[in-house]
């Protein structure tokens, strides 16, 4: 996440750690299906990170979010099913 939000020159990577690190938090888990915000809070907080930033700032990340909204519940829900049945058959019977 860090490669793909900071400038070449590896400047500003100080400045846009804690917007990294509050996205990997409110980010949902495909193990858990929850967020580690929700987890350890309770509740998810507002973003503040996509309120109104520059266009040209963190591109690669609003490319990213962007084909993960596109994905269906159908996507997230076949990962859950592979997941489940790969634990399931490690499980001694």
């Known amino acids: 996440m860090l490669r793909a939000c900071i400038t070449p020159n590896q400047t500003d990577w100080v400045a846009k750690l804690p917007a990294i690190e509050f996205a990997v938090n409110t980010s949902r888990s495909e193990s858990t299906g ?35 909204k596109q994905l269906s519940a159908h996507d997230s829900l076949e990962a859950r099913v592979k997941q489940t049945r790969h634990a399931t058959s490690r499980r001694p019977s």
């Open 34 to 68: 929850y967020s580690p915000f929700l987890l350890n809070t309770g509740r998810v907080p507002r973003a503040m990170v996509w309120n109104n930033p520059a266009k040209d700032e963190y591109p690669s990340v609003r490319v990213y979010a962007q084909k993960m």
